[in-house]
């Protein structure tokens, strides 16, 4: 995967916050939360719950590869998480990539602002 927008280095205060990393050509938004993501997939779950939270949805398997989509979802977002990037928001084609990465940001914003 070539990835062509890196975001600007968090700095030290920001490191345990969800951020938006980088976004490939191929239209997956990499999301990180400090530098553990990479590693263990429980960021992944607290985002993806809170995700389907704001939509009164539900969460369904798209693969066995650690992928999911929530249903009712008008940006039809797939939601990978693994070792190499960690967590991603695979966007389709047919949706406008600004609109998504908004969408992630608002979503990031969200979480950073409660309490773990």
Known sequence: MKLFKKKK??????DNKFEIWSISEERWICIKKGQDSF??????????KEYVLGLSSKVKEYSKATQ??????PLNLI???DDLFGITAIVPDEI???IAEKTIQGLCDKLNAKKF
Not at 39 to 48: I, K, M, N
């Open 79 to 81: 939601f990978q998480w």
């Open 9 to 14: 280095k968090a700095d030290n205060k920001l």
């Open 39 to 48: 590693y263990v997939p429980d960021d992944f779950v607290v985002l993806v």
């Open 68 to 73: 999911y989509f929530v249903e009712n979802d």
């Open 96 to 98: 406008d990539i600004k």
